[in-house]
């Protein structure tokens, strides 16, 4: 041990400034997390060629399901799926590969903009209604009343009284589910509202929007993702379901749901007819469903720790 | 305890009342009444004056409007009845009359005029409400050609032998009685009155529509009660009074008193027997096979099971409910299941095999992946490392430990399993064409029959609202120490 051995080095500001912690981006570990599943990209590739089909194709094809040029030609009726029509034709001798892509897409608005209003709604009532009190019992007992409804039963009445349509539709679905979830947000904001921090943001005078904004939502997030990721293909396979018992939409968008009640008294006759629509509805809601459940996982900060 | 039931069985009525209240309320004012007519078979006929007076009774009866024809305003405010029907003497007084009380004077083709006025929503709702609950009482029968009618109770053997409490001036002449079929004791005093079914069973009570009978009528041989015998398709329980004046030879032939009005018994069980009889099957099914799927889940957490497991249940939420059961339906074909249920009918069981499997199949994911989350959180819990310390072996652990505290939250399920049996037979039941309440929801939707749309959401948020309730009476059974009503204050 020999002084010399040393040197005296100044007081560095900076280094005590300094945190030692690896950097750490939100987004970016989330969407690490999730291009590190294989089956998600597998199926966001699906989804997203189903989408980009869906959105495209009515535009280069000009199909519109109120005008058929082809009723006459007789040529043109039941022919099986081959390269000239990749899906076939039906029995007004339209191309049913056009007709598929024009409902998948008339699906997937119903779903996304019902999606859309159900999770803006349920996450603006349910964080003040998980936060503040006096809201609370209100809406509890709302809730209590409403929740144990059949929701079905509810879109049901409600498009039967309206009458089928798109705006119908996407207003009988989203005015009976935003409740459920803005329930589903109450619950995890009360159990985060108590936190320390956010007690002391209150101590402090912050007030109760930006506490909501700044200290609740990110929480969320993940919670809100897997909300959205569980109701798309749930919208979507309620819109089939409705336009298939006649409740739903009209001719005049002619949806996945509404084609495949067309073509269902052909399912023995001219299976592809009926079995096309059937399967691209079951593959958007598979491909969304499991992309949404990985970018779930992938949003929950827990998850990114290794 | 007790008050926390009474507040929620006030809560649950008044959900109830609330949602129908509301129904009808879209129903009468957002649908156009002229609707009701698309596909009634008698209006096309109907041509003039006679489709019109048909349009104004048949709105009346369904609980539109209030709608009298120039006899019955004669009738009612004027002194000289042959001279007012002449729309003269003091027709015009007639008319101001009515004017007056709000109603609309129109002219028929013929001359003649009607009144009709349109009920306000308060007053829709209030009659529905009024009419609601019927309760049979002795001088229930106002008949004129009977004026010596006995009006009073009494109790005498019933066609089975069995004693039962009849009565004489009541609509019905059995008010309680108890025979073979469930729920095995049955009254007559108090019934439900939606209104009447129109245009599809046109004329009938809704509820009747979904509780008669289907199919054909069954014959037995039974001893009227004038004493003959015969060979007839009666049910002597559901007699009602009829008029003197339309009793007929044939009800005379058969019956020594009114009490003539008489329902049919039928080879095939009602609407709501069948849907019942589907979901509850349904329901064991669905819990047979998902109970021990979600226990083995749990046990084997991240092995092949487990994943198997998940692939399934994934599957299951993700695939459109209508893509999943005509998957199924295609399977089902290659064994020799029919597609539809009328193609072998009733009897046969091929019927039921394959909408029973679906409607289990789909409830199965729910339930698995919440046993399989219980049965996890419990697993890490002190009893279950002592019962590892003490040396069970696993299956013993979960078997007799982790369950037992795992299905309590499963138990409260279990009532609420009928709500998805609802919602899943209007899908199963449209697809499979079968004849129960599930497929006469969208059927009726269809037909703008709108009473018996009113009449199922009743239906079916009763249902749901007491299972809910029921659900979680049983959890508190199962597990003492919940306690439903909270202690003590959680901000």
Redesign the interface.
């Known amino acids: 041990m020999e002084d010399n051995k040393f040197t005296l080095v100044g007081i560095q500001e900076g280094a005590s400034e300094h945190i030692a912690a690896p950097h750490y981006s939100y987004w970016k570990s989330v969407f690490k997390k999730f291009f590190s599943n294989k089956i998600a990209i597998t199926m966001l590739i699906i989804a997203g060629l189903v989408v980009a089909m869906a959105f495209i194709h009515p535009l280069i094809s000009g199909y519109d399901p109120a005008v058929n040029p082809y009723i006459n030609d007789r040529w043109r009726q039941f022919l099986r799926p081959s390269l000239q029509f990749l899906f076939g034709t039906d029995n007004g001798g339209r191309d049913v590969f056009s007709a598929v892509w024009y409902g998948t897409r008339a699906s997937l608005e119903i779903a996304v903009i019902s999606t859309a209003i159900t999770t803006v709604l349920g996450v603006a009532v349910g964080m003040l209604w998980g936060y503040s009190?006096k809201i609370d019992s209100f809406m509890i007992e709302v809730y209590?009343?409403?929740a144990?409804?059949?929701?079905?039963?509810?879109v049901?009445?409600?498009v039967?009284?309206?009458g089928p349509g798109k705006w119908q539709l996407i207003f009988a679905l989203s005015c009976t589910s935003w409740l459920s979830t803005a329930y589903f947000i109450r619950v995890q904001v009360m159990i985060i509202r108590?936190r320390e921090y956010n007690l002391a943001s209150r101590c402090l005078g912050t007030p109760t929007y930006k506490v909501l904004l700044h200290n609740v939502l990110p929480y969320l997030i993940s919670v809100i993702v897997t909300s959205v990721a569980r109701d798309v293909?749930n919208f979507?396979?309620y819109e089939?379901?409705l336009s298939?018992?006649?409740?739903g939409m009209g001719a005049q968008e002619a949806s996945l749901?509404y084609i495949?009640q067309t073509y269902a008294p052909y399912?023995s006759s001219a299976g592809y007819l009926?079995w096309i629509p059937?399967?691209v509805?079951?593959l958007i809601?598979?491909s969304?469903?499991?992309v949404g459940?990985a970018l779930a996982d992938a949003s929950d900060p827990r998850t990114h720790m290794n | 305890m007790k008050k926390y039931i009474l507040g929620r069985f006030i809560?649950?009525i008044?959900?109830i009342l609330?949602?129908v209240c509301i129904?009808i309320i879209?129903?009468y004012t957002?649908?156009p009444r002229d609707e009701i007519f698309k596909v009634d078979p008698n209006f096309t006929k109907l041509q003039g004056d006679s489709r019109t007076t048909y349009m104004y009774a048949r709105w009346k009866e369904l609980g539109y409007l209030d709608y009298q024809q120039q006899a019955d305003m004669c009738k009612a405010y004027s002194d000289d009845y042959s001279s007012c029907m002449a729309s003269e003497g003091d027709f015009e007084e007639v008319v101001k009359a009515y004017e007056n009380d709000g109603y609309t004077i129109q002219t028929l083709k013929s001359g003649l005029v009607f009144a009709y006025r349109n009920y306000s929503i308060p007053e829709l709702v209030g009659r529905f409400f009024s009419n609601l609950i019927v309760i049979d009482n002795p001088s229930a029968v106002q008949d004129s050609d009977n004026p010596d009618l006995e009006r009073s109770y009494y109790i005498e053997s019933g066609p089975n032998g069995i004693p039962a409490l009849k009565c004489s001036g009541c609509q019905y002449q059995y008010q309680l009685y108890v025979n073979g079929s469930f729920p095995f004791i049955h009254q007559n005093v108090i019934k439900l009155n939606f209104g009447i079914s129109f245009p599809t069973h046109s004329g009938v009570n809704t509820l009747e529509v979904i509780n008669r009978g289907q199919d054909k009528t069954k014959s037995e041989e039974i001893t009227f009660p004038n004493g003959s015998t015969g060979n007839s398709p009666i049910n002597l329980y559901t007699c009602q009074y009829k008029a003197t004046s339309t009793l007929d030879h044939l009800d005379e032939s058969h019956f020594d008193d009114n009490y003539a009005n008489c329902a049919y018994n039928y080879t095939a069980p009602s609407m709501t027997t069948l849907s019942y009889m589907f979901g509850i099957l349904s329901l064991i099914i669905a819990y047979a096979i998902a109970l021990p799927a979600g226990v083995m889940m749990a046990r084997k957490k991240d092995k092949w099971q487990d994943k198997l497991g998940m692939v399934y249940i994934?599957?299951m939420?993700?695939?459109?409910?209508?893509?999943f059961i005509?998957f199924a339906k295609q399977i089902g074909l290659m064994f020799g299941l029919p597609d539809k249920f009328p193609q072998y009918g009733f009897s046969d069981i091929r019927s039921y095999i394959l909408p029973v499997i679906i409607l289990a199949l789909m409830s199965t994911a729910s339930v698995m992946i919440w046993i399989r989350r219980y049965m996890i959180d419990q697993s890490n819990a002190d009893y279950v490392k002592f019962a590892r310390a003490k040396g069970l072996n696993e299956k013993e652990i979960f078997n007799k430990h982790i369950l037992k505290n795992a299905i309590i939250p499963i138990v409260n399920g279990i009532p609420s399993s009928i709500?998805l049996c609802?919602?899943g037979s209007?899908?199963t039941e449209?697809v499979f064409a079968i004849p129960g309440m599930g497929k006469m929801?969208?059927d009726s939707?269809?037909a703008y029959n709108n009473n018996m749309?009113i009449t199922?959401?009743f239906i079916?948020?009763a249902l749901?609202?007491f299972s809910?309730l029921l659900g979680d009476i049983l959890m508190t059974i199962v597990d003492p120490r919940i306690q439903l009503s909270s202690k003590g204050d959680s901000?």
């Open positions: 009190k209590n009343i409403v144990n409804v059949p929701f079905l039963l509810v049901m009445v409600l039967f009284v309206l108590d293909p979507i396979s089939v379901f298939y018992v006649g409740v749901g495949i399912m009926f059937v399967g509805s079951a809601s598979v969304l469903y499991v459940q | 809560r649950s008044f959900s609330a949602v129904a879209l129903v957002l649908i994934n599957f939420i993700a695939v459109p409910s209508l893509a005509y709500i609802i919602s209007v899908i449209s929801l969208p939707i269809n749309v199922l959401t079916f948020t749901s609202i809910l901000r």
